[in-house]
């Protein structure tokens, strides 16, 4: 079927034209005339798939008959990934003169609270900043909210895990209730929370709620076209097997991201390869978000070959040219590792994933194995005796500096510092609490 046929607005598909989307994928043929329809929708489909067009298209299809205040709230787990939504919304409404807020963390809240009061047509948003303004921001700021047609959960899995639970549930108490207003979840990784969905009552006077792909989405978990290998090394000598990876010969121009468990980690290799004079970027929680936003640009013009990440660059992020994903630090997860993986080998191009694995890391390997049901190949370009030769003291001498720089920069200081607060306030809060709840003790007469 073709857009016009699945009920898309002729403004909309010249705007796809433009942008050289002309077919729509399974997804968006199978959810967009059931949204129009005015079903609530759950979809399922792996990464990569075009999952941000099956709710955008139906949503702008009917906002452009009725263009006034919020019509639609999207909400994402990364900041990067609110921002990419963003831009394929302005991209595809530039013709219709679409007002858009990005409601995320690491910007001027004023200016946010400024920007909602003036009723964008569609926000979105972190579950996390969101909650912020419902809480502080005031009616001016949040009315607008009390009125929206759409609410989008994207990465739904994520959003409806404990982490998110309440901030969630504060952006919930805003919007209209599941009666008025339509609910779309769109993931690639169908948890029990969403299953959970699928049983609850349909409200009375609305459609059934539709339902994409789910249990098989569940089952295919890694594109056909990527190839998954390890190679396994000493704990102590990661950074001198990953330099050695990232410049064989096939690997020297590709473009490649590196995940791993934590920021500290991230910012330690960032600073070491760059010593190396390898086009290095990275992307952690500790950045500020303009740097984060400009880590993300860079990588996708190629200024930058090397992503270093944590995890907020695992979900959702569309850029088209990787070709390699290294797994520095092996996820508990093992659908994280999906994820992660899902970033190169997308819409049937070809892509490689490298884990190194390290003398704890087995039985976590071993479980993503079990996961996607394919045992992992073992990389035999790395050899012992070249990255002892090539890398190892070229690297540990870098790192030595990298780590003497993050000690002269102070890096990590404001979170050890919110730590410390946190702490202090939390120890406060149960002093308080012991004695308002505990009446003292006589003391015994002797």
Known sequence: MSFPELGVSKWLVEALNAMKIHTPTAIQSACIPKILAGHDCIGGAKTGSGKTIAFAAPMLSKWSEDPSGIFGVILTPTRE???QIAEQFAALGASMNIRISVIVGGEDIVKQALELQKRPHFVIATPGRLADHILNSGEDTIGGLKRVKYLVLDEADILLSNSFGGDLQRCFSI????EKRQTLLFTATVTDAVRALKERPTPAGKPPVFIHEVETVDKVAIPSTLTIQYVLV?????EAYLHNILTLPQNEKSAAIVFVNRSDTAE??????????????????QMPQAERTNSIHRFKAGAARILISTDVGSRGLDIPNVELVINYDIPADADVFIHRVGRTARAGRKGTSISIMAERDVDRIKAIEERINKEMELLEDVEDNKVIKESLSAVSNAKREALMDMDRDNFGEKRKINKRKNGDEQTTSKVVKAKKGKKPKKEKSS
């Open 81 to 83: 990934l609110a921002l």
């Open 175 to 178: 919007l209209p209730s599941s």
């Open 234 to 238: 000493p704990s102590f000598v990661k």
């Open 268 to 285: 330690v290799l960032r600073r070491t390869l760059r010593k190396l004079e390898l086009r290095v970027t990275s992307l952690h929680s």
